[in-house]
């Protein structure tokens, strides 16, 4: 194993080059802790010097999250090209038979067109003909299904997939190989894999058959020992699909990421040689461990990179004694003319594969015969781009130096809402009462830009007649995964948290596209789980108990995570949770986009970004304010950072009162920046009562966009502060505000209100009672008062009591009592029996119940049936998303609150 050993100086990743239709000009390099990265011809020099005496060298070499990465400019056979050419140069040097190819996982899986369309089969038929020697398996091997791993892809495959950790639940045996031992030039070396931790939430886990994933540097070091016990090989690999999350100081990285600190300080020391993969990043770093010195090294993304890492083994002892790793560029594309002009130039692609080994010739062939057959589909020409419709992806690159699938992840951009709408729109087709699309931005794999193809993130040109055109082939690119349209309940509690579980450890760290109709606030000020102020759908706030119907991919849609030690999809467990009705209806994902693009060019002539932000951050706001006070709220992460993007440069602003009509109060210029605005210059209006204020923010870009915001207020001289456990935001916050401000309630001594708890008979009539007829009065002494002999004078809520009982003048008795003559109130009111009071005290004239009932659990037959389809038509309930009204469950302080709040906008309407 080793020993002691030097390694490569560590400087900048290499530049990125941006698309000539962004808006800003490309970043420089950042200056980082990732490896210096050296061309071929660099490598084949240094790769050409043989081993000193009484040494061997071999070479290990490694890639990552190739992605099938073939392409029209063949980047496959430039990426072989550059395997070939250091092979052949170390080879020849240091022996026959001294490279050993290797890969850190996600060979397949979210691949590129060319490949994707054709199942990956030309990507295995080429890395057979590169004799790549084995594959850690990644995340993205399992798109298909296990049995389509092990079975159609292992027999096309002249190599294994390898996976430590991924184990039967009840033997802990590998359900793939854990390792392979080769003999490379008389050196015995062991390749260990090993898939994230999270695997399950990073493909499909219903493929995955209920098998289990644990730990993989665990795993890992269980291989490494037995090898090391059994002393089988010379040196071990670790090849380890996960790594660091960024590519900075390695202090910094490890201390950044746990699953990272535990691949580098963890990993058992009998292991030489660590690769990683799955975070597509960039980096050649020298670790120590104990007395072991050993490189960890990732590659980036879809062939860009090679590392190579080069062994010097002592001749009698076999021992590591010194190592030298680097990180080798592709082969760079054959380009004719000048920047931003230049094109591919296949004569020059031709000359150079001819000068080439026979291997790379005969990858050739394969790439071109499958470019070929992709050809005939990709150019088709499937809609109309008005603008580029993007992620924040020029954002990543001025963070890391390299371009992502999906941006930064963490905030919000064109190109996740649009997927969402696009979503929604086509489940919608399906099941029309759909309330929003959703897609997670790491599914987001290329850019859809005006001039330019993604092409992993080299930008290249389209060619002229494409420039605004969508193409089959983009969105091939753009959704590769094979994921299926599905949609399913939740309830608005776990929408909640799920808009809170973008935030993780107190830091946002992802975030969702949505379709249109959501928007929500934020304040990141409060803590985990807690960041959320408001949710609304079509402007109509999201109540916590109320079932709404989600539309999305089968990704994010599992739940077979659930019960089991693995992780949800993205770590979003809030669509699990409380999730009823769930449906795949076995559309593709790529077949829906397609025909998105298609409908909104034939109805509106080209698709185009909507620059209106979903998300934004209010902070400081006060719920309450006495007419003609200062508002105080701000208004900050105003802008996206997607392609053509503008300023926001104004917010309007305006009450709007639970009764009556808005009230404008006033506008505000965006400063420069266009990323944050204070309101407090603004003063509340005379408009008194229970509302919200409604802010529009206007932007400069090419469509003028708007973004509605939203935030509750209540206006008044003598407005009381919100119960402790009614905050804006939380469910029925609304409702009972209105109830507190009306003074139908002024909660508990403690300052709370308890919406969950329920609520008595005789607090049920007390309600109605001071928000129906508050002047309401009763003389204990009159013979005539109503009196029930279980509410004495004197009793809590006798007068209300008294006034439901009183049919004075003719008037409906809001409640009787029971056959023995007692009201009992002390007793829970079921929902059937508070609409009935409520229909009773309201007297609603004229409504006559329909012969057949809105709810099946409400016969037409019973007592309540008349009130309960009345509190329906007036649409103060809706019973619950199973259809049912469940007449007999008791009803909570928050519902009833909901029914007379929702009552009281109909009845002033």
Same mark, same amino acid.
């Given at each position: 194993? #080793?020993?002691?050993?030097?390694?490569?100086?560590?400087?900048?990743?290499?530049?990125?080059?941006?698309?000539?239709?962004?808006?800003?000009?490309?970043?420089?390099?950042?200056?980082?802790?990732?490896?210096?990265?050296?061309?071929?011809?660099?490598?084949?020099?240094?790769?050409?010097?043989?081993?000193?005496?009484?040494?061997?060298?071999?070479?290990?070499?490694?890639?990552?999250?190739?992605?099938?990465?073939?392409?029209?400019?063949?980047?496959?056979?430039?990426?072989? @090209?550059?395997?070939?050419?250091?092979?052949?140069?170390?080879?020849?040097?240091?022996?026959?038979?001294?490279?050993?190819?290797?890969?850190?996982?996600?060979?397949?899986?979210?691949?590129?067109?060319?490949?994707?369309?054709?199942?990956?089969?030309?990507?295995?038929?080429?890395?057979?003909?590169?004799?790549?020697?084995?594959?850690?398996?990644?995340?993205?091997?399992?798109?298909?299904?296990? !049995? !389509?791993?092990?079975?159609?892809?292992?027999?096309?495959?002249?190599?294994?997939?390898?996976?430590?950790?991924?184990?039967?639940?009840?033997?802990?045996?590998?359900?793939?190989?854990?390792?392979?031992?080769?003999?490379?030039?008389?050196?015995?070396?062991?390749?260990?894999?090993?898939? +994230?931790?999270?695997?399950?939430?990073?493909?499909?886990?219903?493929?995955?058959?209920?098998?289990?994933?644990?730990?993989?540097?665990?795993?890992?070091?269980?291989?490494?020992?037995?090898?090391?016990?059994?002393?089988?090989?010379?040196?071990?690999?670790?090849?380890? @699909?996960?790594?660091? %999350?960024?590519?900075?100081?390695?202090?910094?990285?490890?201390?950044?990421?746990?699953?990272?600190?535990?691949? &580098?300080?963890?990993?058992?020391?009998?292991?030489?040689?660590?690769?990683?993969? $799955? /975070? $597509?990043?960039?980096?050649?770093?020298?670790?120590?461990?104990?007395?072991?010195?050993?490189?960890?090294?990732?590659?980036?993304?879809?062939?860009?990179?090679?590392?190579?890492?080069?062994?010097?083994?002592?001749?009698?002892?076999?021992?590591?004694?010194?190592?030298?790793?680097?990180?080798?560029?592709?082969?760079?594309?054959?380009?004719?003319?000048?920047?931003?002009?230049?094109?591919?130039?296949?004569?020059?692609?031709?000359?150079?594969?001819?000068?080439?080994?026979?291997?790379?010739?005969?990858?050739?062939?394969?790439?071109?015969?499958?470019?070929?057959?992709?050809?005939?589909?990709?150019?088709?020409?499937?809609?109309?781009?008005?603008?580029?419709?993007?992620?924040?992806?020029?954002?990543?690159?001025?963070?890391?130096?390299?371009?992502?699938?999906?941006?930064?992840?963490?905030?919000?951009?064109?190109?996740?809402?649009?997927?969402?709408?696009?979503?929604?729109?086509?489940?919608?087709?399906?099941?029309?009462?759909?309330?929003?699309?959703?897609?997670?931005?790491?599914? #987001?794999?290329?850019?859809?830009?005006?001039?330019?193809?993604?092409?992993?993130?080299?930008?290249?040109?389209?060619?002229?007649?494409? &420039?605004?055109?969508?193409?089959?082939?983009?969105?091939?690119?753009?959704?590769?995964?094979?994921?299926?349209?599905?949609?399913?309940?939740? +309830?608005?509690?776990?929408?909640?948290?799920?808009?809170?579980?973008?935030?993780?450890?107190?830091?946002?760290?992802?975030?969702?596209?949505? %379709?249109?109709?959501?928007?929500?606030?934020?304040?990141?000020?409060?803590?985990?789980?807690?960041?959320?102020?408001?949710?609304?759908?079509?402007?109509?706030?999201?109540?916590?108990?109320?079932?709404?119907?989600?539309?999305?991919?089968?990704?994010?849609?599992?739940?077979?995570?659930?019960?089991?030690?693995?992780?949800?999809? !993205?770590?979003?467990?809030?669509?699990?949770?409380?999730?009823?009705?769930?449906? !795949?209806?076995?559309?593709?994902?790529?077949?829906?986009?397609?025909?998105?693009?298609?409908?909104?060019?034939?109805?509106?002539?080209?698709?185009?970004?909507?620059?209106?932000?979903?998300?934004?951050?209010?902070?400081?706001?006060?719920?309450?304010?006495?007419?003609?006070?200062?508002?105080?709220?701000?208004?900050?992460?105003?802008?996206?950072?997607?392609?053509?993007?503008?300023?926001?440069? %104004?917010?309007?602003?305006?009450?709007?009162?639970?009764?009556?009509?808005?009230?404008?109060?006033?506008?505000?210029?965006?400063?420069?920046?266009?990323?944050?605005?204070?309101?407090? /210059?603004?003063?509340?209006?005379?408009?008194?009562?229970?509302?919200?204020?409604?802010?529009?923010?206007?932007?400069?870009?090419?469509?003028? %966009?708007?973004?509605?915001?939203?935030?509750?207020?209540?206006?008044?001289?003598?407005?009381?502060?919100?119960?402790?456990?009614?905050?804006?935001?939380?469910?029925?916050?609304?409702?009972?505000?209105?109830?507190?401000?009306?003074?139908?309630?002024?909660?508990?001594?403690?300052?709370?209100?308890?919406?969950?708890?329920?609520?008595?008979?005789?607090?049920?009539?007390?309600?109605?009672?001071?928000?129906?007829?508050?002047?309401?009065?009763?003389?204990?002494?009159?013979?005539?008062?109503?009196?029930? +002999?279980?509410?004495?004078?004197?009793? +809590? @809520?006798?007068?209300?009591?008294?006034?439901?009982?009183?049919?004075?003048?003719?008037?409906?008795?809001?409640?009787?009592?029971?056959?023995?003559?007692?009201?009992?109130?002390?007793?829970?009111?079921?929902?059937?029996?508070?609409?009935?009071?409520?229909?009773?005290?309201?007297?609603?004239?004229?409504?006559?119940?329909?012969?057949?009932?809105?709810?099946?659990?409400?016969?037409?037959?019973?007592?309540?049936?008349?009130?309960?389809?009345?509190?329906?038509?007036?649409?103060?309930?809706?019973?619950? @998303?199973?259809?049912?009204?469940?007449?007999?469950?008791?009803?909570?302080?928050?519902?009833?609150?909901?029914?007379?709040?929702?009552?009281? #906008?109909?009845?002033?309407?």
């Amino acid at each position: 194993m #080793l020993a002691g050993v030097l390694t490569a100086g560590l400087v900048a990743a290499p530049a990125v080059a941006l698309p000539a239709s962004a808006t800003t000009e490309p970043p420089a390099p950042a200056s980082t802790g990732a490896g210096a990265t050296v061309s071929t011809d660099e490598a084949v020099k240094t790769a050409a010097e043989p081993a000193a005496e009484g040494t061997e060298k071999i070479s290990i070499l490694s890639f990552n999250d190739f992605h099938g990465a073939l392409s029209e400019e063949y980047g496959g056979t430039l990426f072989s @090209h550059t395997v070939e050419g250091y092979r052949t140069a170390f080879e020849a040097a240091n022996g026959e038979g001294s490279t050993l190819l290797t890969t850190a996982g996600d060979l397949i899986g979210a691949s590129a067109s060319v490949s994707n369309v054709q199942q990956d089969e030309p990507t295995l038929e080429i890395m057979n003909q590169l004799g790549l020697a084995v594959a850690a398996a990644g995340n993205h091997e399992f798109d298909k299904g296990l !049995d !389509d791993l092990t079975g159609r892809v292992m027999d096309i495959a002249d190599f294994d997939f390898l996976a430590a950790n991924f184990v039967d639940p009840e033997t802990q045996e590998p359900i793939l190989t854990d390792h392979e031992i080769f003999e490379v030039d008389g050196v015995d070396v062991a390749v260990i894999g090993a898939v +994230p931790n999270n695997l399950y939430a990073t493909t499909t886990g219903s493929g995955l058959q209920g098998n289990e994933v644990i730990d993989l540097v665990d795993a890992v070091n269980g291989v490494a020992q037995e090898i090391e016990a059994a002393g089988t090989a010379d040196v071990i690999v670790a090849s380890y @699909h996960d790594g660091a %999350s960024g590519n900075g100081d390695l202090a910094n990285e490890v201390e950044n990421s746990a699953v990272f600190d535990s691949i &580098v300080n963890g990993t058992d020391e009998s292991v030489d040689v660590i690769f990683n993969g $799955h /975070t $597509h990043q960039t980096y050649n770093y020298e670790t120590t461990a104990g007395e072991t010195e050993r490189p960890v090294v990732q590659t980036g993304q879809s062939g860009n990179l090679l590392g190579a890492v080069e062994l010097t083994i002592d001749t009698e002892t076999k021992e590591v004694v010194d190592y030298d790793s680097e990180l080798i560029e592709r082969t760079p594309t054959p380009m004719t003319g000048e920047e931003p002009n230049d094109a591919f130039d296949p004569a020059a692609m031709d000359a150079l594969v001819a000068d080439s080994t026979e291997t790379v010739q005969a990858i050739y062939e394969t790439e071109k015969a499958a470019v070929a057959e992709f050809d005939e589909l990709k150019d088709t020409v499937i809609g109309e781009m008005d603008s580029s419709i993007t992620t924040d992806y020029q954002t990543r690159i001025e963070e890391s130096g390299s371009w992502r699938a999906g941006g930064t992840r963490r905030q919000e951009t064109t190109l996740g809402n649009w997927a969402a709408n696009a979503l929604k729109d086509r489940i919608s087709l399906s099941n029309s009462e759909v309330d929003l699309g959703v897609t997670n931005s790491g599914g #987001l794999r290329a850019e859809l830009l005006f001039d330019k193809l993604t092409g992993g993130g080299e930008f290249p040109n389209k060619a002229a007649d494409m &420039v605004g055109k969508v193409s089959l082939g983009e969105i091939l690119d753009f959704a590769p995964f094979g994921n299926t349209l599905t949609y399913f309940d939740i +309830p608005g509690s776990s929408l909640k948290q799920v808009l809170e579980e973008n935030w993780q450890d107190g830091k946002k760290a992802l975030h969702l596209g949505w %379709s249109e109709e959501l928007t929500w606030t934020y304040d990141e000020s409060r803590p985990q789980d807690d960041k959320v102020t408001g949710i609304w759908i079509a402007g109509e706030p999201v109540v916590m108990d109320e079932m709404y119907t989600i539309g999305t991919l089968s990704f994010l849609a599992d739940d077979s995570w659930v019960g089991t030690e693995n992780s949800a999809p !993205d770590g979003y467990e809030g669509f699990a949770i409380g999730q009823e009705n769930k449906v !795949d209806l076995g559309i593709m994902d790529n077949q829906a986009f397609q025909e998105y693009v298609q409908a909104q060019t034939a109805a509106a002539g080209d698709i185009r970004p909507d620059f209106a932000k979903k998300a934004v951050e209010v902070k400081d706001a006060t719920s309450t304010a006495t007419p003609g006070a200062n508002l105080s709220l701000t208004l900050e992460n105003l802008e996206m950072d997607s392609d053509g993007a503008g300023d926001a440069t %104004s917010v309007s602003v305006a009450f709007q009162p639970a009764e009556g009509e808005a009230v404008e109060v006033g506008t505000v210029e965006v400063a420069a920046d266009g990323e944050s605005a204070d309101l407090s /210059t603004l003063q509340a209006p005379e408009t008194t009562g229970v509302g919200e204020l409604v802010m529009t923010v206007t932007y400069d870009d090419a469509y003028e %966009s708007t973004t509605e915001v939203r935030s509750a207020l209540t206006i008044g001289t003598d407005v009381v502060e919100d119960f402790s456990d009614n905050q804006p935001g939380s469910v029925y916050y609304a409702p009972v505000r209105w109830m507190q401000a009306a003074g139908v309630t002024t909660g508990y001594t403690d300052g709370t209100y308890r919406k969950a708890a329920e609520i008595t008979r005789g607090e049920s009539v007390a309600f109605l009672q001071r928000y129906l007829a508050p002047d309401y009065t009763v003389d204990p002494d009159d013979e005539d008062a109503p009196v029930f +002999p279980d509410v004495p004078a004197g009793a +809590p @809520h006798f007068t209300p009591i008294a006034w439901a009982a009183d049919n004075s003048d003719g008037a409906t008795a809001v409640s009787e009592g029971y056959a023995d003559g007692t009201f009992r109130p002390g007793q829970d009111v079921t929902r059937a029996e508070f609409v009935t009071f409520l229909y009773r005290a309201a007297g609603p004239e004229g409504f006559t119940a329909p012969e057949i009932s809105t709810f099946p659990d409400v016969p037409s037959t019973g007592s309540h049936y008349e009130a309960i389809s009345w509190a329906a038509a007036e649409g103060l309930v809706n019973g619950y @998303h199973d259809g049912e009204y469940r007449p007999y469950d008791p009803i909570s302080r928050g519902e009833v609150a909901k029914v007379m709040y929702q009552h009281d #906008l109909v009845s002033t309407d």
